[in-house]
């Protein structure tokens, strides 16, 4: 994902969330201890069939290969963008970017065979990207010949005749229009495909989507405006060797946006069949129950025992807590609580001498300094009365 495209909104959103009271509360993955990291991911695995989880295993596993097929983009673009050389010594480049690219990419353990068996295992219902893919493949083959690819022209002359000066013009407005070079949207490729592996292997099912819709979104505008900015002005300004060796690799860098977009879509239409797993709960401390154990009858110095039910109504270990019992004459007590897992009880004894007569007012408060996070506060108090007679 692309740092100049997102960092102005990760820099804002990450402000407000630091200062939003719901920090505590929520704490997304990232804020959450290694602990209940794990529990978060068993939880949400468990929502996932077994095909998903394999989808999502083979998208971490082919990954390196997404990442590949844009490097070659990269190999093929820099040569022409960073200097200018004579009709020969062009087509010679793109030859030879040609020939090693088509090597790189068509062989049994290369990328683009890599990418076709993967997309026809977890996505058998597209076949847009297989041949996208295969046209990517084709006119590397024919670029190694490059010289009988432009020379049916007769129109063409030899001179460079200022091709490389008008290029130059219109990639500096492509990058003014989209805010990107051509090298920065293949990186960023890259880029994404790496924050999408690592949103695969922790099940962010939500987050790649979000990612995956504005990579495509940005993929079909860049892909847009490399055709009406650059490539249709080429094509009709310089009748020329050098400019037809330039369009035809700027024509391959066209078909290296047409592969991203389509397996773009074939993963977006394959991950919305996924439906979002909800996150657990975070831990939740509650003061559920109170009972009395009384003596068959009650009077003043009778002694009694309460008996105190702590829960952790949340879907994550709770931290240890400490939990205060106030008697009726105002005095009070501190017991310890254990960490305690999902739905997990913990139960234990108090005495207490009865002192007055009356109503006796018993409150427990877990986890009663706040020291342990929770989602929710308001449900730690719980509440009994004791009547005394006089």
Known sequence: MSIKRYSIFICFFSCFFLLSP????????????????KEELAFIKKQLTEEDKAFLKDLVSIKD???????LAIDLYLPISTKEY???KTIQLIKSSS?????????????????KEFLEKQTPQDSSSLLALDSLINSYAKSRNLEDLISNNNKLNTSSGGAYHYLKIRLKLFEQTVNED?????ASSSDSFDLLSEQAKNYKIQDMKSLLMQELTFNQQAKKMLREVIITPMQSSNLTYTNAALLAALELLEKHLQVNENILLALSERL??????????????????????????????????????????????????????IFP????????VPKLGLQEEYKF??????????????????????KALEADFTNNLAEKTLLVEK
């Open 22 to 37: 719901s920090y505590l509360v929520l704490a997304g993955s990232d804020g959450l201890s290694k602990k209940h990291q």
């Open 65 to 71: 290969e997404f990442k590949k097929i844009n490097k």
């Open 86 to 88: 004579s009709c020969s």
């Open 99 to 115: 020939r090693r690219s088509f090597k790189k990419i068509s062989c049994s353990k290369c990328p683009g065979i890599k990418i």
């Open 182 to 186: 051509l090298e920065s949207i293949f």
């Open 272 to 325: 919305y069949s996924i439906p979002t797993p909800r996150k657990p709960h975070f831990a939740d401390i509650s003061a559920t129950e109170i009972l009395f154990n009384l003596p068959k009858k009650i009077k003043i110095g009778s002694k009694i025992q309460l008996l105190i039910t702590i829960e952790n109504l949340g879907e994550l270990t709770s931290e240890a807590s400490k939990t205060k019992i």
């Open 329 to 336: 004459d105002e005095s009070f007590t501190v017991r310890s």
């Open 349 to 370: 004894k108090i005495n207490y001498r009865v002192k007055n007569p009356g109503n006796n007012n018993f409150s427990v408060v877990a986890n009663f300094d706040h």
